[in-house]
């Protein structure tokens, strides 16, 4: 009975009038808002399914993060916070594509496979959207997906990308984590934030104010009540924060432009030497940057943030005198320069997965603390439960001194202002200030820790991208055949030179990284390689 309400229902609101197939990628389904209305629908199917699976609530975010205002996409949220597993990816690609009259089979499949047994439960299904004009419609869409198998569906409105993971994890968390909406976010954050700051807003060459791009998205709109629970502990002023259907979202403007076209936002007044920072659409990444006397952009992006903060847990940890492992994941797209100094100087060990938060994500909880970060200003710290729990034990023992005691209530604040469950803007924004604040830093010193190398990303448009294969967190390519070798010649041409190609997995386009020791060089060897590929 259940299985006819879906179609009926698909049929008669949401019916796939389109023969081309969509894959669900690193970010979800993405394309024209216009284009997911059936897909959408069967996302929320399939976040009841995966519901029943797991016996957990799941989430269902509306975004396109960077994307132009036209697009929109969704993407999953398990149990957890994370991102949907990857085996799932297939499935949610499978009922996505398939005629309306097959919704029925495919749904019954998936229940098969897992051997779903519950199929009377009703798991709640989280679903949270971005600014984006589509974005409300299509939220409706996933909810009567929800509805039509039986979930319960919850719309949180506009949020935040992380707050919506949040949300989830704290949900499936019983509450530890935190509250599960709005209100226990900022609270949760910004008072570990406060107690970490002290009364001395100020400190060295640090000051308490940072000049913020909300990218004419959520972020803008958040960072309003953010402005409000900080008060005078940290004075955010705002620009970018344009309505909705302004159709100014992320145009020339946010974290993506700022990282990709190396340029100084507009709507940003261009002030020499102010710390300043931009989110993304969905406030899920971070940059910061500031522009000097001569008008050079200089720019932190996710290497800086993650060698930034993993120095200063470094160094909080040996204040506490507990053993506990730290370690710091990165992608082939990190700055060579910021791997050579957290491996070098910092001594913390790194590890390089492939694109895709997923896998950072994953790889990080090996460690007891795994900070991970793609360039881009993807990135967050996660904690162990070994690891919290033996600061935790530590913090009442009696071996422990006052002073190492001290550094352990710093650790655990610390963990307070974090965002576990996924890259975050606003949390990064607050963990950045505080340690900024600890250090006494402005920002030109954190820019001192180390120099990038001279790098450049482009992007190449070939017939057919899946030809491309790689190995070694994607370093190497082992198709098509004798390309790789090809590049090693051209990269062994220059000093401290590196590339490397990939197809892109979010774009119909192959991606050529490379890096040298000088700028000349750089733009040569971007530009030789990218010719073999073409
Ligand atoms: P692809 O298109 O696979 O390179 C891009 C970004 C990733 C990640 C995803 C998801 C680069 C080079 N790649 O992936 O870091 O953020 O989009 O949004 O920035
Ligand atoms: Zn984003």
Avoid at 16 to 29: E, L, P
Avoid at 218 to 240: H, R
Avoid at 379 to 387: D, R
Avoid at 406 to 421: G, S
Wanted: proline share 4%.
């Amino acid at each position: 009975n259940q299985l006819r309400t879906i179609y009926a229902f698909a049929r008669e609101m949401y019916p796939r009038n389109t023969k081309t197939q969509i894959q669900y990628g690193t970010a979800g389904f993405r394309t024209k808002a216009t284009m997911l209305d059936y897909v959408v629908y069967r996302m929320g199917l399939l976040a009841v399914l995966r519901g029943r699976y797991k016996k957990a609530c799941i989430g269902v975010m509306i975004t396109a993060s960077h994307n132009p205002e036209p697009d929109n996409g969704v993407k999953l949220v398990d149990p957890m916070g994370e991102m949907l597993e990857q085996s799932w990816e297939e499935w949610a690609t499978k009922i996505a594509n398939v005629p309306d009259d097959q919704l029925e089979s495919v749904v019954s499949e998936i229940v098969k496979e897992f051997k779903i047994d519950n199929m009377n439960e009703r798991f709640e299904v989280y679903i949270g959207k971005d600014t984006r004009p589509s974005s409300p419609s299509l939220a409706e869409a996933a909810a009567h997906g929800v509805r039509a198998i039986g979930g319960k569906p919850m719309d949180f409105g506009i949020v935040t990308t992380p707050q919506l993971h949040y949300f989830v994890r704290c949900r499936n968390s019983r509450n530890e984590y935190g509250q599960p909406n709005e209100v226990g976010y900022y609270t949760k954050l910004c008072t570990a934030f406060k107690k970490l700051r002290g009364d001395g807003y100020s400190n060295g060459k640090y000051e308490n104010t940072i000049v913020y791009d909300g990218a004419n998205g959520v972020g803008a709109k958040k960072v309003k009540f953010l402005k409000e629970v900080l008060g005078d502990a940290l004075k955010i002023e705002m620009y970018n924060d344009e309505i909705i259907g302004s159709g100014k979202l992320n145009h020339l403007c946010g974290a993506d432009f700022v990282k990709s076209q190396q340029k100084f936002p507009t709507g940003v007044p261009n002030k020499p030497n102010v710390r300043c920072c931009s989110v993304d659409g969905d406030a899920d990444r971070l940059v910061y940057y500031y522009k000097d006397d001569k008008d050079v952009l200089h720019l932190m992006d996710g290497d800086r943030l993650a060698t930034l903060i993993a120095s200063y847990i470094k160094e909080i940890l040996q204040e506490t005198g507990i053993d506990l492992n730290l370690g710091l994941v990165q992608t082939a797209y990190a700055n060579g320069a910021s791997t050579e100094y957290i491996t070098k100087q910092l001594k913390v060990p790194v590890s390089c997965v492939p694109t895709g938060v997923k896998h950072l994500h994953h790889k990080a909880l090996d460690y007891d603390i795994g900070v991970y970060f793609e360039a881009n200003g993807h990135g967050t710290v996660v904690f162990s439960k070994n690891a919290k729990q033996s600061l935790k034990n530590e913090a009442q023992s009696n071996r422990k001194s006052a002073e190492e005691k001290r550094a352990i209530a710093k650790l655990l604040d610390l963990i307070d202002v974090v965002n576990e469950a996924v890259g975050d803007a606003i949390s990064d924004m607050l963990l950045v200030e505080t340690i900024l604040h600890a250090k006494g830093w402005d920002i030109q010193e954190w820019e001192k820790t180390y120099e990038d190398l001279p790098n450049k990303l482009l992007k190449v448009v070939v017939e057919d991208r899946n030809i491309f294969a790689t190995t070694d967190a994607e370093r190497r390519l082992v198709a098509p055949e004798g390309l790789q070798e090809q590049i090693d010649a051209l990269t062994s041409k220059y000093p401290k030179g590196r590339s490397f190609v990939r197809p892109s997995g979010t774009e119909d386009v192959v991606r050529v990284y490379a890096e040298a020791a000088s700028a000349a060089d750089v733009e040569r060897l971007g530009a030789e390689v990218a010719l073999k590929v073409f």
